[in-house]
């Protein structure tokens, strides 16, 4: 199946899957949907927002890399790069694309930015919403109808039922939509617990932590099978058209000089958006893996780059692993670039809960019942540093059940936060030597000089 029409312009089979609101299983719906077509296609997926956790259980129903699509971080013409940039990997048959919260959920009460429809309207995209129907029947005609009229250029094409109690409530709510909202139903999923998961903190518990994931997985997309039709949402994809024109790049470019760029790794490290990592690497980087929890020292290489994921999880083992965290010290007492984000952030703490880490920056941090931050960020240089310069801003996001307690020893913060709210003082990232580590997590979108000027500096 080809991603180009008669002409060379760019057509193909794309799907948006969006809620109707929270909780209405999209992720389950999404990664079953995208399961059972990948038995007969090419699937590449998708997830709209800032999300590390529901594309781990994409990439494993389908065995391609899923990737972020958010117009807070991507303009338009950015969003269509991303999306083609990922087709064109995965050499897909269809993109499905799973949305974030509510369709029309954004930054704003009125506006599009950092929504699903957005996106869908970025790729010209047709919607499928995802309706928790219980103890609903005429009234989810009405939400249809409410979802269609709010923006018309937005093509809500299917419906599908979540939750139906049987197959009589099943067959009175799919007449109501389709007769009064004018909008076909494409199946009905019924009230199991066969398609729930467990949750954490942060969302969905980490698939590659789940030994057993791909069984659910594989429930997931047999329960859809059964209940939704397949051909009914193949033709709706199929009915897609163009992609609208016009795209801009991701990222800038700095010298060609080769590099290698060591990534942790493992179940502990597990948070990197995939264009972030292709950006290091189309900046003449060669990737070095590693983990700090199963390895006995870092790998011979220029720079690190330490992601998010759970230190907390797995503090008592990183801790007891002293040669890793020696040669870490080490590296940064030589003045190579280490940049961390969250989770990678508070491995370069003091501790964590009073386990002890690197020690880098000689603060603890500490894990809290509730959310310390989540929220999309806008953040200004106010120091020189590896990945931007003093006076430059970017965009990223927070997430965080953690603080990390700084003492009257004023630290050396790189930006300051003029969106959201960092570390502390509205001030964001630690700065000692070449390291730099930071609650907010970095798009190469919304921060296209990351890549090149952190290479650059690994090459110093």
Known sequence: MSFYSEGGKLKNMRLVLAGTGSAVGKTTIATGIMKAFSKDYRVQPYKVGPDYIDPTYHTLA???????????????????????????????????????RGLYEGISPTGDVGNTASVAKALNAPVILILNTR???KSAAAIVIGFKTLDPDVRIEGVILNRVKNHKHYLKTKEAVEKL?????????????????????????????????????????????????????????????????GREGLWKSGGKKKVK?????????????????????????????????????????????????YPEIFSRELEANQSMKESVVKFHQDERPIYAECGGLMYLTRSINQHEMCGI?????????????????????IE???????????????????????????????????????????????????????????????????????TDCARE
């Open 181 to 245: 909202a004018k909008t076909p139903v494409v199946g009905g999923i019924p009230r199991s617990d066969d398609i729930k998961v467990e949750q954490r903190h942060l969302g969905l518990v980490p698939a590659m932590e789940r030994e057993n994931i791909l069984g659910y997985i594989g429930d997931w997309g047999r329960v859809m099978e059964e209940n939704l039709d397949l051909d009914a949402i193949k033709e709706i994809m199929q009915g897609a058209g163009e992609l609208p024109p």
């Open 62 to 100: 389908t065995g391609h890399d899923s990737r972020n699509l958010d117009s807070f971080f991507m303009s338009e013409p950015q969003i269509r790069e991303a999306f083609q940039r990922g087709f064109i990997a995965s050499k897909g048959d269809m993109g499905i694309i799973e949305g974030v």
């Open 261 to 309: 760029i060591g990534v942790a790794r493992d179940e502990v490290f597990t948070f990197y958006y995939q264009e972030n990592l292709e950006a290091l690497e189309a900046n003449h980087a060669r990737l070095v893996y590693f983990s700090p929890l199963h390895q006995e020292e870092i790998p011979d290489v220029d720079g690190l780059y330490i992601g998010g994921g």
């Open 384 to 454: 020189d540093n590896i990945i931007i310069k003093k006076g430059e801003t970017f965009r990223g996001h927070e997430f965080h059940y953690s603080l990390v307690k700084v003492d009257d020893q004023t630290p050396k913060f790189a930006f300051e936060i003029l969106r959201g709210k960092g570390i502390a003082f509205k001030k964001d990232g630690l700065m000692d030597k070449n390291a730099l580590a930071s609650y907010v997590h970095t798009h190469v979108a919304a921060c296209p000089q990351f890549p090149a000027n952190f």
């Open 135 to 137: 103890s609903l029947v």
């Open 361 to 381: 920056f000689p603060y603890p941090s500490q894990m809290t019942d509730k959310p310390q931050a989540l929220s999309y960020v806008i953040s200004q240089a």
